[in-house]
């Protein structure tokens, strides 16, 4: 009965509608077609755009949905489409873009706990630990049952970089009390407030024993 109900050639909504009602029947070829049919006739249907989109997200053409994104975020601004579009640069390992995206979601919404998390992943994959320490802290502030979630990744993602920077402070300063004060912590402990504290002291630490070579 769906894959025969008719829609008004000229009307894009109307194929965003049947494609709405074609993904909830487990149809999702349909539901692209009738998207991009959509398209054909409206290509800024924001319905449309922004639900295949997401379809080309879940399947993994993250190409593909960015440019839906793109026309979604200029029609209709949120936090959830540049949410949305960050993930796919992510996933392109286009990390400073993706970055950007998270900026511009919290500047609309800066309570938004995804897209500090999706920011901490990219600050991650560019070495900014401190970055992805500080990101993944208030990201759990905002919304601690989603921190929970995120703490077992987010851990080992920057755990690699993390000891591998407390060797060189260690190579630099000539100390290693500090360093294993901090990976102990990192290691034993759940108060992430310490675990920051420690990295920022580690840091500044660092940046005193370089000026000191002077």
């Given amino acids: 009965m769906l894959?025969?109900?008719?829609?008004?050639?000229?009307?894009?909504a109307a194929y965003d509608r049947r494609g709405y009602l074609r993904?909830?029947?487990?149809?999702?070829n349909g539901a692209v077609k009738d998207y991009e049919a959509g398209l054909a006739i409206a290509p800024d249907d924001l319905g449309c755009n922004f639900a295949l989109g997401c379809e080309m997200l879940r399947s993994g053409h993250f190409a593909e949905a960015i440019s839906k994104f793109d026309v979604v975020?200029?029609?209709?601004?949120s936090t959830y489409i540049y949410y949305l579009r960050g993930r796919c640069k992510m996933k392109l390992l286009r990390w400073s873009e993706a970055i950007t995206d998270c900026n511009a979601a919290l500047a609309l919404d800066n309570s938004d706990a995804f897209s500090y998390f999706l920011r901490a992943?990219?600050?991650?994959?560019?070495?900014?630990?401190?970055g992805t320490v500080s990101d993944y802290l208030i990201g759990t502030s905002k919304d601690p049952s989603l921190g929970a979630m995120h703490l077992s990744s987010c851990l080992k993602r920057i755990w690699s970089r993390f000891t591998s920077s407390i060797h060189n402070f260690h190579q630099a300063s000539g100390s290693d009390i500090l360093s294993h004060e901090i990976i102990s912590t990192f290691a034993h402990s759940h108060s992430y407030s310490n675990i920051l504290f420690l990295l920022c002291e580690a840091n500044c630490q660092r940046i005193q024993s370089k000026s000191r070579e002077y």
């Fill in 3 to 12: 894959n025969g109900a008719k829609v008004n050639p000229k009307d894009a």
């Fill in 23 to 28: 993904l909830n029947s487990y149809d999702r």
């Fill in 73 to 77: 975020a200029r029609l209709r601004p």
């Fill in 121 to 130: 992943e990219c600050k991650t994959q560019l070495g900014d630990t401190l």
